[in-house]
C-alpha cells in the first residue's frame, strides 16, 4: 500500500523560506513520479513541481521557477521541495502526490493517485 506523508509546513514571512518533505513508502517498483501540489481556498488544486524517481528529470510551474526546487533522496524515499523566496501568493495547503512513471506524467493533479495529507503553508506580507 503506497503512502505518503508530508512535514514541513508553517508561517512565514514575505521573502522567507521553508522545506516541505514527503516521504514514501509502498510502490513496488522505482519507476514512480512524485508531485507537490498546493491548494488555496476557493481555488481548484494546481501542481507545483514533480520528479521522477528514476532519474530525477524536474518540472516547474512558471510561478515558481527560480524560487522551489525538488529533489530526492532515494536511499530514504524522502522528496523535498525547498521554497525561497516566498510570497503571500504562495500561500496554500501543499500536498505530496505520486504516481507509477508513465508517458504523461507532470503537473496534472488528475494522473496522481496516491496522495498525502496535506501540510499548510502560510506567508505573511
Known amino acids: 500500500q503506497v503512502q505518503l506523508v508530508e512535514s514541513g509546513g508553517g508561517l512565514v514571512q514575505s521573502g522567507g523560506s521553508l522545506r516541505l518533505s514527503c516521504a514514501v513508502s509502498?510502490?513496488?517498483?522505482?519507476?514512480?513520479?512524485v508531485g507537490w501540489f498546493r491548494q488555496a481556498p476557493g481555488t481548484e488544486r494546481e501542481g507545483v513541481s514533480c520528479?521522477?524517481?528514476?532519474?530525477?528529470?524536474?518540472r516547474y510551474l512558471d510561478s515558481v521557477k527560480g524560487r522551489f526546487t525538488i529533489s530526492r533522496d532515494n536511499a530514504i524515499n524522502t522528496v523535498y521541495l525547498q521554497m525561497n523566496n516566498l510570497k503571500p501568493e504562495d500561500t496554500a495547503v501543499y500536498f505530496c502526490?505520486?504516481?507509477?512513471?508513465?508517458?504523461?506524467?507532470?503537473?496534472?493533479?488528475?494522473?496522481?493517485?496516491?496522495w498525502g495529507q496535506g501540510t499548510q503553508v502560510t506567508v505573511s506580507s
Open positions: 509502498g510502490f513496488t517498483s522505482d519507476y514512480y513520479v
Open positions: 502526490a505520486a504516481e507509477y512513471l508513465s508517458k504523461s506524467w507532470g503537473l496534472d493533479p488528475s494522473i496522481y493517485d496516491y
Open positions: 520528479i521522477a524517481s528514476s532519474d530525477g528529470t524536474t
